[in-house]
């Protein structure tokens, strides 16, 4: 007896470009109604669930995002992002409302490429947000056009975030992967 989720979303932006550097800001919106949230009716049984359509709300916010070109193969980039939520959106359920991006690329063909990412807030949901900025390290080797090795440490500073409330994070992680793309 559920009714289906609708989302209307809009958003508008503009791209300056230029040799060394780029320029983009948008703004967007989204009515979302007739959310559907999923409930576990009990905890030892985890597979059983309940679905409930909740309530509507809007979201909406801006971006804007500086990309510059430091040499052919280097690039830095800072992002803003505003974002807010109206209607009956419950506060532990809010998403990170602002966010902040810095990068440090390095990008090659073949070979060592590598991001070094500053992002603050790392969480923010409910009424806690991280205490710090959450710093990840990318890097990838790639031996051929369709091959690479990733290596990937999340919180690389061990900045200590509240995931939701009452909920310790912060801690860190380490990805090493092989891609090979068919």
Do not use: C
């Not at 803003?80 to 998403?95: H, I, L």
């Not at 070094?116 to 890097?139: D, E, K």
């Not at 200590?160 to 409330?165: F, H, L």
């Amino acid at each position: 007896d559920l009714r289906p989720e609708v989302t209307v979303s809009t958003e508008l932006g503009y791209r300056y470009l230029h040799p060394r550097w780029q320029l983009d800001v948008s703004y967007f919106t989204a009515q979302l109604d007739d959310m559907v949230s999923v409930f576990a009716k009990d905890p030892n049984q985890p597979t059983l669930r309940q679905y409930n359509n909740l309530y509507s709300f809007r979201v909406w916010g801006w971006t804007s995002d500086v990309v510059i070109k430091l040499a052919p193969e280097w690039t830095l980039n800072a992002s803003y992002m505003y974002v807010r939520y109206t209607g009956g959106v419950e506060e532990d359920y809010k998403p990170a409302r602002d966010r902040v991006v810095i990068r440090l690329a390095h990008w090659r063909e073949r070979g060592l490429s590598g991001q070094l990412t500053f992002n603050y807030p790392a969480v923010g949901q409910g009424f806690t947000n991280a205490y710090g900025w959450n710093t990840y390290l990318n890097l990838v080797y790639r031996m051929d056009a369709r091959s690479r090795w990733n290596l990937r440490i999340d919180n690389l500073f061990n900045v200590r975030t509240e995931m939701a409330r009452w909920v310790p994070g912060g801690r860190r992680s380490v990805w090493f992967t092989y891609q090979r793309d068919w």
